[in-house]
């Protein structure tokens, strides 16, 4: 059985506010670049958390995660390189 499709993915940064359909197998960060914009990132191993934003609606499941702390996490922290989206809407802030 499979989770919910997502459909499309809200983003924040710098002060604009863009929303994307999903293209399924996606990243937040690679959906953030192919809808034009330009998230920060630097090794996109979840290594260095130069990628990381919040995510206010939605949820997301994080491959792998070398840089956040379990708070930063419950706060809804996440390395978007590593992060594939696992409900229908989803509405990431880069702050």
Avoid: H
């Amino acid at each position: 059985m499979t989770g919910p499709t997502t459909e499309k993915v809200t983003f924040s940064i710098d002060r604009r506010t863009t929303t994307v359909s999903y293209r399924d197998g996606n990243t937040l960060l690679e959906t953030a670049r192919l809808a034009g914009l330009n998230p920060p990132s630097s090794c996109e191993s979840g290594s260095c958390a130069t990628c990381m934003a919040r995510v206010v609606e939605g949820s997301v499941r994080m491959f792998n995660n070398d840089a956040l702390t379990d708070e930063e996490v419950a706060e809804g922290w996440v390395l978007t390189c590593q992060s594939l989206p696992t409900s229908p809407e989803v509405r990431v802030i880069y702050e």
